[in-house]
């Protein structure tokens, strides 16, 4: 099949580079001369795991293709993806659908011979029938379908989690008419390589889908949230929520993924997908109470996440320095979108401590959003002179450090773990005083 790729940001990439994978010719596309540039020099404007080989070997095997202008693509491809940004728009949490309706529009001057037209950024309820209004406005005579296809990608496991994702959902409405027919068909085809025992498409009407996508990124961002004040409840009344986590998660109907408590979630899906949801269902006269809240219950959790810090400290950041052990909103990327870091380092050093901060790939994004910190050249050059540890995102290389080499260069030997990755008994044998989520 012929793929057009509208948008090579995260999805719109590692979708394409995907399909590819799966034997189909893809175009992406962008607007951005510079990053088709570096893509064509092999250059990933993310990090992302295993992406650039997957996108070196297709590129090769001349499977995979980048362009500025992609005309030619649409009008040849079988399905053109929509993968572009859906920012929260400024005052309020509204999904900004400028580029989605940008796309559509570009797309109507270029459909020949049946064209699957396929949603897959996240859009609000109601937006399929938007792009299928303005394609129709712009060209009445097109044959085509408008399908919405979201992404359950999380970054850092993303070509993992495309290749053999839990679920697809396929949104098409009048599945069974002549036009619903056709694009379910496409839609088959294109995923056709994911086929090994049981299929794991499944098709519901158009705007189902479009919910399905929020209803997901909700749920699991109230499930951290749940975890979370469970975890804040622990240490009021002396439990551990890490065998909270595993008591309740071993019940089946719960589940034992996404009990991590920490410092908040953030990343660029769960707090604009949230809000997003909040404002969508306000205006439909049905609002969610429970989203509502985790999302000022999540924000809130962010911001007091200093207080530990001042604590462990003994009350007093004035005068401290801290190092800082990861500050992307997760390990395995360098985004730092709506990281808890990003409310962690200014709150420091508002109250006067030094920050010195090492992240092994989001210095340079880091770089853009932070300033008033020192960027080091390992964990163990930014815990040199600290007088508190704090490990904000849970890297693999913070997993196993020198416990001992630490305690030498720090004025202090503690540690605020925000994401629980030593266990207290051990700390404290090592002499450390040490502090972390949820365990007394
Ligand atoms: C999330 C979803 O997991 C994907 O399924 C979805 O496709 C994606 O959003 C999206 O909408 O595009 P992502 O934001 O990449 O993926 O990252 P997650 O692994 O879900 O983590 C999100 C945040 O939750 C991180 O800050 C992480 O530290 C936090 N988290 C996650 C916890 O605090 N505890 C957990 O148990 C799990």
């Keep these: 099949m012929r793929v057009a790729m509208i948008g090579t940001g995260y999805v719109g990439l590692v979708s394409g580079a995907c399909f590819a994978d799966f034997g189909h010719v893809v175009t992406c596309i962008d607007k951005d001369a510079s990053k088709i540039a570096r893509l064509e020099a092999g250059e990933m404007p993310i990090y992302e795991p295993g992406l650039d080989d997957l996108v070196e070997t297709n590129?090769?095997?001349?499977?995979?293709?980048?362009?500025?202008?992609?005309?030619?693509?649409?009008?040849?491809?079988?399905?053109?993806?929509i993968a572009v940004g859906t920012p929260t728009r400024r005052g309020?949490?509204?999904?900004?659908?400028?580029?989605?309706?940008?796309?559509?529009?570009?797309?109507?001057?270029?459909i020949e011979g049946f064209t699957v037209i396929?949603?897959?950024?996240?859009?609000?309820?109601?937006?399929?029938?938007e792009v299928e209004a303005i394609i129709r406005k712009?060209?009445?005579?097109?044959?085509?379908?408008?399908?919405?296809?979201?992404?359950?990608?999380?970054?850092?496991?993303?070509?993992?989690?495309?290749?053999?994702?839990?679920?697809?959902?396929?949104?098409?409405?009048?599945?069974?008419?002549?036009?619903?027919?056709r694009a379910k068909a496409v839609m088959s085809e294109l995923y056709r390589p994911l086929n090994l025992n049981e299929s794991p498409l499944l098709f519901t009407a158009r705007r189902t889908s479009e919910l399905i996508k929020y209803a997901a990124n909700a749920f699991l961002a109230m499930k951290i949230t749940f975890i979370n004040e469970m975890?804040?409840?622990?240490?009021?009344?002396?439990?551990?929520?890490?065998?909270?986590?595993?008591?309740?998660?071993?019940?089946?109907?719960?589940?034992?993924k996404f009990l991590h408590a920490g410092p908040g979630y953030g990343g660029s899906c769960f707090p604009k997908d949230t809000l997003a949801l909040v404002q969508m269902a306000r205006e439909a006269g049905a609002p969610v109470r429970l989203v509502e809240t985790t999302v000022e219950v999540n924000d809130a959790r962010k911001r007091s996440m200093v207080e530990r810090v001042r604590k462990a400290v003994g009350g007093d950041l004035k005068g401290k320095t801290i190092g800082v052990l990861g500050?992307?909103?997760?390990?395995?990327?360098?985004?730092?979108?709506d990281s808890p870091a990003l409310d962690l380092v200014p709150a420091l050093t508002a109250a006067g401590a030094t920050v010195q901060a090492f992240d092994p790939e989001g210095m340079h994004e880091a770089g853009k959003?932070?300033?008033?910190?020192?960027?080091?050249?390992?964990?163990?050059?930014?815990?040199a002179g600290a007088h508190a540890a704090v490990i904000v995102t849970e890297w693999d290389q913070f997993r196993a450090l020198d416990l001992d080499r630490i305690k030498l260069t720090m004025a202090k030997p503690v540690m605020v773990d925000l994401r629980n990755v030593y266990r207290p008994d051990e700390m404290r044998a090592r002499g450390f005083r040490y502090s972390s989520i949820g365990r007394s």
């Design 327 to 337: 500050l992307t909103f997760k390990p395995n990327t360098d985004d730092m979108r």
């Design 138 to 181: 712009a060209n009445p005579d097109a044959d085509f379908a408008v399908v919405s296809n979201p992404e359950f990608l999380r970054e850092g496991a993303a070509i993992g989690d495309f290749k053999r994702p839990d679920r697809v959902v396929i949104g098409i409405d009048d599945v069974d008419g002549a036009t619903g027919t």
């Design 231 to 256: 975890a804040d409840l622990c240490e009021a009344v002396g439990a551990d929520v890490q065998q909270v986590a595993r008591g309740i998660g071993l019940d089946n109907r719960i589940g034992s």
């Design 369 to 383: 959003l932070l300033s008033e910190l020192t960027f080091c050249e390992g964990p163990y050059e930014a815990l």
């Design 118 to 129: 396929v949603t897959k950024s996240t859009v609000p309820v109601g937006t399929g029938d």
């Design 92 to 110: 309020g949490g509204h999904a900004d659908l400028s580029y989605v309706h940008a796309a559509a529009e570009e797309i109507a001057g270029l």
């Design 59 to 81: 590129v090769r095997d001349g499977r995979l293709f980048f362009t500025v202008d992609g005309a030619e693509a649409i009008r040849n491809a079988d399905a053109v993806f």
